[in-house]
């Protein structure tokens, strides 16, 4: 298990941006983030976006556009950049580790109107 950490939510106005980190105590492989909308259980988590090692992305076709996932494997750290935000993307964001199966405790982004 490689222990995760993530950072960068809070509440935003509609229309603002954010950028959430996810920082991995030791060296991680591919990377991708999730989120868990309100009243949804953990297996109902949504998958937003992932990045390789070498920095291929791939993005849920609903946030294409407005999610931006980038890392800086030297740092061990992973960003999801969320333009635009809509009260539908108010959600509990977690980064997974789909190599080791390692989770953050997740961050909370709460988008107001």
């Known amino acids: 298990q490689v222990q995760l950490v993530e950072s960068g939510g809070g509440w935003v106005p509609a229309g603002d941006s954010l950028t959430l980190s996810c920082a991995g105590q030791?060296?991680?492989?591919?990377m991708a983030w999730y989120r868990q909308a309100p009243g949804k259980q953990r297996e109902q988590r949504e998958f937003?976006?992932?990045?390789?090692?070498?920095?291929?992305?791939k993005y849920q076709g609903s946030v294409r556009g407005r999610f931006t996932i980038t890392r800086n494997t030297d740092n061990n750290i992973v960003y999801l950049q969320i333009t635009n935000l809509q009260p539908e993307d108010s959600a509990i964001y977690y980064c997974?580790?789909?190599?080791?199966?390692?989770w953050g405790q997740g961050t909370q982004v709460t988008v107001g109107t």
């Open positions: 030791e060296s991680i492989g591919a």
């Open positions: 997974d580790e789909p190599r080791s199966g390692s």
């Open positions: 937003v976006a992932l990045i390789s090692r070498d920095g291929n992305t």
